[in-house]
């Protein structure tokens, strides 16, 4: 039997276009019963809940949520967005999925999180967002390396980065040791650590405080329990949890769309779909390098400006790791994700193709 050939890139933009072509059909026919002005009532304050395609639910100051139609002058929309919408005079409550409103315009945001895609370039997750917990769990595996992709993707968006350790109940004798000494080296340099248990609640208590009155989302690897601990701290969420794939040792996937969610104590949290790796293709060396916190006194005082901060003679950075003031973790993680944006960029290239 022949194998098959792989696709070129003029048929896998084909099929891509194709795609979007079917996307936008549906689209337009789930919102042909589109709302006459006449029949919407004033401008109003809301919160984007959740998007969905060319509709997203909006939750107005009285708390109800509501299913609108996206003008088509907004070009981004995301879960956290602060907008202005309309809704119809005559909602029909029975329907939940009706379209009853429409988003006339958004509010500037004070921060959004970002992740590049290698089909759709750089996406928007979620918005107006003030703490960024960053969980990881012994299972699938503890990764510092996935951290500290996480980190530099906070540092860059200037949203405040919470490390949070779950599953803390399966972390053996053998483990123990080597997890909290890396653990203690991002309290070293600045950052919150906390190791929380969302089978035995443990720790649970004090992010409920961590939360309060701010929007926080959950970011990490599939699988370490981020859907568990929502459910944990926020028991009214009933969020589907998955188990680690026994074949792969991954976690499976179980957000597919951001939600934000109200925490009774006081403060919102944004579910966000999980991702395995955390690519940075999209940022600058330079800038990957500023995002290592522990760097920015270094940087700019190498004896070239075009240092690699590896092998290059007078490079301060590899002095100060020389001299212990920069841990190896960190130093060789910087340079697995500098070595990694070529291979991220080739691999997007190669995807879509150079015409795109």
Not at 113 to 133: E, H, T, W
Not at 151 to 166: C, F, M, Q, S
Not at 193 to 203: A, D, H, N, P
Request: glycine letters at 8%; charged letters at 25%; a neutral charge.
């Amino acid at each position: 039997m022949s194998k098959k050939k792989p696709l070129s890139h003029g048929q896998l933009r084909r099929m891509r276009t194709n795609h979007k072509k079917k996307l936008q059909q549906h689209d337009k026919s789930q919102s042909s019963i589109a709302l006459p002005d006449s029949s919407l009532g004033n401008e109003q304050a809301g919160t984007i809940i959740s998007r969905f395609g060319q509709h997203a639910d909006v939750e107005t100051q009285d708390g109800l949520i509501s299913r609108c139609d996206i003008r088509r002058n907004i070009k981004s929309l995301v879960t956290g967005d602060k907008v202005i919408v309309r809704l119809s005079q005559h909602i029909n409550q029975g329907n939940p999925t009706a379209i009853v409103g429409v988003v006339e315009a958004v509010h500037p945001r004070h921060s959004q999180l970002s992740r590049p895609d290698l089909y759709d370039g750089v996406k928007i997750i979620a918005a107006n967002i003030d703490q960024i917990f960053i969980v990881s769990s012994v299972k699938p595996s503890f990764s510092t390396q996935i951290i500290d992709r996480y980190l530099v993707a906070a540092e860059d968006t200037g949203i405040t980065p919470i490390i949070i350790l779950n599953k803390i109940d399966l972390i053996s004798e053998e483990e123990s040791e080597a997890i909290e000494a890396a653990l203690q080296r991002y309290r070293d340099i600045g950052y919150p650590v906390y190791k929380v248990s969302s089978t035995l609640l443990q720790g649970v208590d004090t992010l409920h405080e961590l939360m309060k009155d701010k929007v926080s989302v959950f970011v990490g690897q599939s699988g370490v329990g981020k859907s568990s601990l929502i459910n944990a701290i926020m028991p009214d969420a009933a969020l589907i949890t998955g188990d680690i794939s026994e074949n792969s040792g991954l976690g499976q996937h179980t957000t597919t769309t951001a939600k934000l969610l109200h925490i009774q104590e006081g403060g919102d949290l944004i579910d966000s779909p999980g991702v395995r790796e955390f690519a940075l293709w999209h940022l600058p060396a330079e800038r990957v390098g500023w995002c290592f916190i522990e760097f920015r006194d270094y940087l700019g005082t190498c004896k070239f400006r075009d240092c690699k901060h590896l092998n290059d003679p007078g490079c301060a950075i590899t002095a100060a790791y020389d001299a212990g003031e920069i841990s190896s973790d960190r130093y060789q993680n910087y340079h697995k994700i500098i070595a990694s944006l070529d291979e991220q960029r080739h691999a997007r290239h190669f995807k879509v193709g150079p015409d795109e």
